[in-house]
């Protein structure tokens, strides 16, 4: 059976610092990748999605960057955190097509200060 | 741009009653729609979905309506119960490309 790996579950980061988070699926292949962002009180916002290794596409510019180095790692980067970069960050993974569900990790908190 | 659209934020429904949890989106490209539940500090949890070439889905308590002209669609929950309070997002995405988009989700309380 398929499951995804998302870490670490909390993060308190100071303002200025890098941030690298994780998302790893196991029991697939060639998976669509996502990231998304929830602030307080909003919705889900995608942020990044991926088709293949090395394709991404980004859906909001921002202070943050995402990478695939293998078919089923997905990384969310950034070189400097702003305080707005705080939220709820959760990777999700579908079967390639589209006409499937997405299956989410259970998401970090990132608290910048 | 809002391509997927959740106008109410709240929802309050007593027991035993009938839910109703709206959805509107805008691209027309979009033709596979989805329904999460999310509970706070966890992932999403898939709940049922509909393709464009239907025009309603039906699992237990839970239907999904889709009506395309009007780029409108719904999930109806019968009877509600206390454990269906959670948030619930609606989703859409085409069948070809990755993309998937969330709306911004409607806050379902069922009281007792």
């Known amino acids: 059976s398929q499951t995804i790996h998302q870490w670490p579950a909390t993060l308190v980061q100071p303002v200025g610092s890098p941030l690298s988070l994780e998302c790893t699926v196991e029991g697939t292949s060639n998976p669509n990748l996502y990231w998304y962002r929830q602030a307080a009180g909003r919705g889900l916002q995608l942020l990044f999605y991926?088709?293949?290794?090395?394709?991404i596409s980004s859906e909001v510019p921002q202070n943050l960057s995402a990478s695939r180095p293998q078919d089923r790692q997905f990384i969310l980067s950034s070189k400097k955190l702003l305080l707005s970069d705080s939220g709820f960050y959760l990777c999700?993974?579908?079967?390639?097509?589209?006409?499937?569900?997405?299956?989410f990790g259970q998401g970090t908190r990132l608290t910048v200060v | 741009d809002q391509q997927v659209k959740q106008n109410s934020p709240s929802l309050s429904v007593q027991e035993g009653r009938i839910s109703i949890l709206n959805c509107d989106y805008t691209n027309s490209m979009f033709d596979y729609f989805l329904w999460y539940k999310k509970y706070p500090a966890e992932g999403p949890t898939f709940l049922i979905s509909i393709s464009s070439i239907k025009d309603k889905n039906e699992d237990g308590r839970f239907t999904v309506f889709l009506n395309k002209s009007a780029k409108h669609l719904s999930l109806h929950i019968v009877p509600s119960q206390p454990g269906d309070s959670a948030v619930y997002f609606c989703?859409?995405?085409?069948?070809?490309?990755?993309?998937?988009?969330f709306g911004q989700g409607t806050e379902l309380s069922v009281k007792p």
């Open positions: 999700a993974w579908r079967e390639i097509g589209g006409g499937t569900e997405a299956f």
């Open positions: 989703a859409a995405s085409a069948l070809v490309g990755g993309k998937l988009i």
């Open positions: 991926s088709v293949g290794i090395g394709q």
